[in-house]
């Protein structure tokens, strides 16, 4: 069964580093996301991507952050300088619209980004 | 903004009990979705309700759509040890944007 890969499962980095965060939607999705999930809250949407640009994004995804799909397969998160904050699970998640899909999101398996 | 809440957040029951998990958005929705997160898991879609007042079965799990689309429910029949983790609702905002209710985390005692 396809799957949304994610890279790498487990980063850490220091405050004011710079963060690219990868992950492989499903082949045939045309829609991408990321979430951030804090240790033990709520599923937090960060932004969508369709037909190569942002559709939507949330408060947190500020200047800071930015994505970016460079190829045909693959669709990254960028964190331009950390902040302790940025701590958290993020997921990708993707989506198909073909005749007779539904609108259910496909997640991986998350990256956590530690930030020191 | 569009609020999404969950009640309870903490459920531990012995096994074969019941387990309820309540959902509530402060807007109508077009349709509502359901998603498991097990222990150090990834959110796993488990299934999506459109219709107002939708009721769908998945073997022990029953989902149910209020019939103004605001709210929403998961019961689950007898638990088992495999139902253990965090049980999410989660609302289209826009055309893209889910919003994820708090989630209620059921432990289960064998």
């Known amino acids: 069964e396809p799957e949304v890969t994610q890279t790498p499962s487990h980063q850490v980095t220091q405050m004011g580093q710079e963060v690219i965060l990868r992950c492989v939607p499903i082949?045939?999705?045309?829609?991408f996301y990321w979430y951030r999930q804090i240790l033990g809250q709520k599923v937090e949407f960060l932004v969508s991507?369709?037909?190569?640009?942002?559709?939507?994004k949330s408060e947190i995804f500020d200047d800071q952050f930015s994505v970016e799909r460079p190829d045909g397969s693959n669709f990254t998160l960028k964190i331009r300088s950390t902040k302790l904050e940025d701590s958290a699970m993020y997921f990708c998640a993707s989506k198909g619209m073909g005749r007779g899909e539904g609108y259910e999101q496909y997640f991986g398996p998350g990256t956590r980004l530690t930030v020191t | 903004g569009q609020q999404v809440m969950q009640i309870p957040q903490y459920q531990h029951v012995q096994e074969g009990e019941d387990f309820t998990t309540y959902c509530n958005s402060s807007t109508t929705l077009s349709n509502i979705q359901w998603y498991k997160q097990r222990p150090g898991g990834h959110p796993v879609f488990l299934i999506q309700l459109v219709k107002s007042g939708e009721v769908k079965k998945q073997k022990r799990l029953t989902f149910q759509f209020g019939e103004a689309k605001k709210n929403s429910s998961l019961h689950i029949t007898a638990t088992q040890t495999t139902d253990v983790g965090t049980y999410f609702c989660?609302?289209?905002?826009?055309?893209?944007?889910?919003?994820f209710g708090q989630g209620t985390r059921l432990t289960i005692n064998p």
């Open positions: 991507f369709y037909n190569n640009e942002i559709s939507e």
């Open positions: 989660a609302g289209p905002r826009g055309a893209q944007k889910l919003v």
């Open positions: 082949s045939n999705h045309l829609y």
